[in-house]
Antibody, heavy 118, light 110 residues
Framework: EVQLVESGGGLVKPGGSLRLSCAAS????????MNWVRQAPGKGLEWVSS????????YYADSVKGRFTISRDNAKNSLYLQMNSLRAEDTAVYYC???????????WGQGTMVTVSS | QSALTQPASVSGSPGQSITISCTGT?????????VSWYQQHPGKAPKLMIY???NRPSGVSNRFSGSKSGNTASLTISGLQAEDEADYYC??????????FGGGTKLTVL
């Protein structure tokens, strides 16, 4: 079964750090570009970051540039998002999503909630 | 990169057809045939419904179709069913980001 499972979310104080993980199974992870997309409570989807299959190309939304770092370990079929200097506006459900066969987000995880609050 | 523009809400009766628009610029929707559409039920992860403007992934009903004209893409759902009630988001590849989403449209089946 094709699956993405996120973990690592939780409650963190403003200025704190958190590392999200996404475990992939059921497909050739090393061949797919991967992405993080977030959704603030009651709001729409926001693209956060993307990484190519071999980590050669990395992109960030302006809202997280300089604070978040995306990475992957193809040997472990895992995607990561290191989030530093967290702000209240980073509060959201964070989804990992693959971009495999199409220029689109074709497989999604169930999401992990990140709450930034004092 | 500004979000793509979608209507906040649309509605229709069972069996009817509805269309959701997604307006961008020549740097995103108008410049690339990489528009995709996602369905999201409350508390669930989004699901890919349309990719590359008008293509359906395997398993998606043929009641869902996509098109594009200039800087505006559209999602049409025909033969509306109660289970289609959800939020719908468009997304496009862009010359800068490289991705941008629309603000989302809430579909109500009356």
């Amino acid at each position: 079964e094709v699956q993405l499972v996120e973990s690592g979310g939780g409650l963190v104080k403003p200025g704190g750090s958190l590392r999200l993980s996404c475990a992939a199974s059921g497909f050739t992870f090393s061949s797919y570009s991967m992405n993080w997309v977030r959704q603030a409570p009651g709001k729409g989807l926001e693209w956060v970051s993307s990484i190519s299959s071999s980590s050669s190309y990395i992109y960030y939304a302006d809202s997280v540039k300089g604070r978040f770092t995306i990475s992957r370990d193809n040997a472990k079929n895992s995607l990561y998002l290191q989030m530093n200097s967290l702000r209240a506006e980073d509060t959201a459900v964070y989804y990992c999503a693959s971009s495999g066969s199409y220029y689109a987000f074709d497989i999604w995880g169930q999401g992990t909630m990140v709450t930034v609050s004092s | 990169q500004s979000a793509l523009t979608q209507p906040a809400s649309v509605s229709g009766s069972p069996g009817q057809s509805i269309t959701i628009s997604c307006t961008g610029t020549s740097s995103d929707v108008g410049g690339y045939n990489y528009v995709s559409w996602y369905q999201q039920h409350p508390g669930k992860a989004p699901k890919l419904m349309i990719y590359d403007v008008s293509n359906r992934p395997s398993g998606v009903s043929n009641r869902f179709s996509g098109s594009k004209s200039g800087n505006t893409a559209s999602l049409t759902i025909s033969g509306l069913q109660a289970e289609d009630e959800a939020d719908y988001y468009c997304s496009s590849y862009t010359s800068s980001s490289p991705w941008v989403f629309g603000g989302g449209t809430k579909l109500t089946v009356l």
